[in-house]
């Protein structure tokens, strides 16, 4: 069932509906059961999967408890059964052809083997989710619980099951263990928020793509032609995630359900660090929590640092896709990143200053940031070492206007999203109460979410695409 389909709203429709006229003590069962049907709707045998990792979340936060001395050893088992099943779906096609291209340049005769290992979706938000679980209960941050349902529907809860925000435990289990009370205001902002997140997806992510694809199949781009496809791309990404990510909010809202923020205008940062902090933030604090810290963070000094820096993003790159490029991705974050605190170690600080230099940071980082997005987009090494080699000089005039011409028409479709980071608080319901809820925000809240429904059904393409995240 994909998130852009009629299916999709009419499950949704009825879940909600169902949900709220059940028993208190049924809701969460029968969200459970909902969000099986939902993952198992086109492929069931992708159940299998979510299942025996919920097994192993559950089972181990339970043996864990029951056996405090051998607290480590469970951990141990819990994380080697996620990676293996996360490294075998994900990672088996990659490695595999690695390994007989490094046969073959040795002057071995071999061919890579006919089985090709079909990719689920969500693997790698539900196994990292299941995994945060684990560590936290070895911790001691959360207790392992003793009801299945809980722990089953922390894993599975539909609304973020394909593409995240990767929950925490802490934050979500709390929310499913205690009654929830149906209130007018949280319907409303769900509605909002997800007729929102389709016209970013339908009517931005889906138009720009266009574009971007078709400058990304030209055997030979010019530069300027290039990188306004790198720019489309990058207006494409944001817009695609985040859209799924206010879907997601929007339906888990309207179930009682808040989830952990994703995305905090990302395009807007003064820094790299600043852009973790605001692009895929469940993702990013993951990794910090559990893989930086762990390593020993900065607490060692400022080299020890910059390697655990590397080593996180190295594992971010890679966790991303199966392909050399999400490495020199993830590499090149943390070399951003490590530059960056280099540099504030060498020049004096002044607030005056930095704030001044602020408009010049934001642009110079969103350059920055679409360096990165083409080593992100771009999957053939090849054709990689050709664009970072084009020359703005030797471009045409032609090739300019042309350049000029898709900059304008993304600036075009971006501008809801322009609007949207002036008039945030507006947009996402997070700031409404009840009270505001009425009166002229509620008037200016609907009619807002009119013309975005009217722009869905005038200017979606005719041949809307998966959210980009579904691939990871």
């Given amino acids: 069932m994909t998130i852009q389909s009629l299916d999709y709203l009419f499950f949704l429709v009825l879940a909600v509906a169902i949900h709220w006229t059940l028993n208190p003590r049924h809701r969460n069962l029968f969200l459970l059961f909902a969000s099986y049907v939902f ?46 099943m996360l490294g075998f779906f994900k990672y088996f096609n990659f490695f595999t052809h690695n390994f007989v291209q490094l046969l073959q340049t040795l002057g071995f005769s071999l061919s890579e083997p006919m089985i090709r290992v079909f990719l689920p979706i969500g693997i790698s938000f539900f ?15 959360i207790s392992a619980r003793t009801n299945f349902i809980y722990v089953a529907l922390f894993n599975a809860f539909f609304p973020q099951l394909a593409a995240g925000p990767i929950g925490r435990a802490p934050h979500l289990l709390p929310q499913f263990e205690r009654p929830r009370t149906l209130h007018p205001e949280c319907l409303l902002d769900g509605m909002f928020l997800i007729v929102w997140g389709y016209f970013k997806k339908l009517v931005i992510a889906d138009n720009v793509s266009i574009i971007a694809n078709k400058i990304f199949m030209l055997d030979q781009p010019g530069f300027p032609v290039l990188w306004a496809g790198v720019f489309a791309f990058c207006v494409q990404i944001f817009a695609d995630f985040s859209a799924y990510t206010d879907i997601a909010h929007g339906a888990a809202r309207m179930l009682g359900i808040h989830l952990m923020e994703n995305f905090n205008h990302p395009y807007l940062s003064s820094s790299p660090i ?32 910059a390697r655990n820096v590397m080593i996180t ?37 002044d607030r005056f200053i930095s704030r001044a230099w602020t408009p010049i940071k934001v642009m110079s980082m969103f350059v920055l940031t679409n360096i990165g997005w083409l080593l992100f987009r771009e999957t053939d090494f090849h054709y990689l070492l050709r664009y970072l080699a084009l020359n703005p000089w030797e471009a045409t005039p032609l090739e300019w206007r042309a350049a000029a011409y898709f900059v ?38 609907t009619a807002a979410a009119t013309c975005l429904f009217l722009g869905i059904l005038v200017l979606r393409t005719g041949n809307p695409g998966d959210f980009f995240y579904f691939q990871f």
Avoid: E
Avoid at 127 to 141: A, C, H, K, L
Avoid at 280 to 289: E, G, Y
């Fill in 39 to 84: 993952y198992g709707y086109v492929h069931p045998w992708f159940l299998c999967l979510l299942w025996f990792s919920t097994v192993v979340t559950y089972g181990c936060g339970i043996a864990m408890n029951r056996w405090p001395t051998h607290r480590k050893t469970c951990l141990a088992l819990a994380l080697t059964a996620s990676f293996a």
């Fill in 127 to 141: 196994v990292f989710q299941g995994m945060s679980y684990v560590i936290d209960v070895y911790r001691g941050t």
């Fill in 274 to 305: 600043d852009f973790w902090r605001r692009w895929h933030i469940s993702l990013s604090t993951w990794f910090r929590d559990y893989v930086y810290i762990p390593l020993g963070g900065s607490r060692s000094g400022f080299w020890p640092g």
């Fill in 313 to 349: 993003f190295l594992l971010s790159g890679l966790w991303h896709g199966a392909n050399w490029n999400y490495v020199l991705w993830g590499a090149y974050w943390g070399g951003l990143i490590v530059g960056h605190r280099l540099l504030n170690r060498v020049l004096p600080a």
């Fill in 408 to 445: 304008c028409m993304v600036f075009l479709f971006s501008t809801p999203l322009i609007v949207h980071m002036s008039v945030g608080r507006l947009v996402n319901g997070d700031a409404m109460t009840a009270a505001r809820m009425t009166g002229k925000s509620f008037v200016l809240r």
